[in-house]
C-alpha cells in the first residue's frame, strides 16, 4: 500500500538555524499539509498546499515557516531561524480531495526535531 | 470556538473485551468526523470518516456512531487485541475550512492488557 513518506527520522539543530523538513507524499495525491504535535500534546494543524500554493495557514504558520514542492514528488517545511518551542513531531499528510475532506488523509510518521 | 473533547483520557482493558470512546464537539458549520489511531511514534491512521448523514460507520471491530444533532460521537472496539494499545483520536472539520483546518481532541489513550 502507498505510504507517506519522511526524512529525516530525527533532526537535531541549533537555535537559530534553519532547518528543511522533507515528506513525499501518495503520488496521485492533491492535498497536502503539515501538522506538529509537541511532546504529550495534541496535534496541530500548520498548513495545507494545492495546486502549487498555501490554501489555508494556521496562526502557527507565521512568517518563519514556509513550504514549497520544488519537484513532482517532495513536499518540504521550512524552518527560518529555529526556536526551542519549534521542539516537536511534524507530520506530512496528503490526500486525494482537500475541500470538506472526506477523504482520508494519509500521514507519515513524522520527523522529530529538537531544537538545542 | 471550535473544540474536540474526548473521554475518558486514558484507559486500560483486558484482551478480548469490548471498550466505547467519546467524543463530544462543538465545531460548526459540521462537515465530517474522523477516527484515527496512532500508535506511540508513528503517525495517526485513519479508522473511519463520517459526514453529516451518517450515523454508523465500521471498519473492522472498529465501529463509530456519529450523533450530529447532540454533537457526539463514540468509538466502540469489540473484541480487544494487544495491537489495539493506542491513542485514538477525534478530529472535526468544518465546511468552512480545508480539511487540513480540522479541530484535533486530545486522544484518549488505550492499554490493552494479556
Known amino acids: 500500500e502507498p505510504e507517506v513518506t519522511q526524512t529525516p527520522s530525527h533532526q537535531v539543530t541549533q537555535m537559530g538555524q534553519e532547518v528543511i523538513l522533507r515528506c513525499v507524499p501518495i503520488s496521485n495525491h492533491l492535498y497536502f499539509y503539515w501538522y506538529r504535535q509537541i511532546l504529550g500534546q495534541k496535534v496541530e494543524f500548520l498548513v495545507s498546499f494545492y495546486n502549487n500554493e498555501i490554501s489555508e495557514k494556521s496562526e502557527i504558520f507565521d512568517d518563519q515557516f514556509s513550504v514549497e514542492r520544488p519537484d513532482g514528488s517532495n513536499f518540504t517545511l521550512k524552518i527560518r531561524s529555529t526556536k526551542l518551542e519549534d521542539s516537536a513531531m511534524y507530520f506530512c499528510?496528503?490526500?486525494?480531495?482537500?475541500?470538506?475532506?472526506?477523504?482520508?488523509?494519509?500521514f507519515g510518521d513524522g520527523t522529530r526535531l529538537s531544537i538545542l | 470556538k471550535n473544540q474536540v473533547e474526548q473521554s475518558p483520557q486514558s484507559l486500560i482493558i483486558l484482551e478480548g473485551k469490548n471498550c466505547t470512546l467519546q467524543?463530544?464537539?462543538?465545531?460548526?458549520?459540521?462537515?465530517?468526523l474522523r477516527w484515527y489511531k496512532q500508535d506511540t511514534g508513528r503517525g495517526p491512521v485513519s479508522l473511519t470518516i463520517?459526514?453529516?448523514?451518517?450515523n454508523t460507520k465500521s471498519n473492522g471491530r472498529y465501529t463509530a456512531t456519529l450523533d450530529a444533532d447532540t454533537k457526539q460521537s463514540s468509538l466502540h472496539i469489540t473484541a480487544s487485541q494487544l495491537s489495539d494499545s493506542a491513542s485514538y483520536i477525534c478530529?472535526?472539520?468544518?465546511?468552512?475550512?480545508?480539511?487540513?483546518?480540522?479541530?484535533f481532541g486530545d486522544g484518549t489513550t488505550l492499554t490493552v492488557k494479556p
Open positions: 463520517m459526514t453529516f448523514s451518517e
Open positions: 467524543c463530544n464537539y462543538t465545531v460548526s458549520p459540521f462537515s465530517n
Open positions: 478530529v472535526v472539520a468544518s465546511h468552512n475550512t480545508n480539511a487540513g483546518k480540522s479541530t
Open positions: 499528510a496528503s490526500s486525494e480531495a482537500g475541500r470538506f475532506g472526506n477523504q482520508p488523509q494519509h
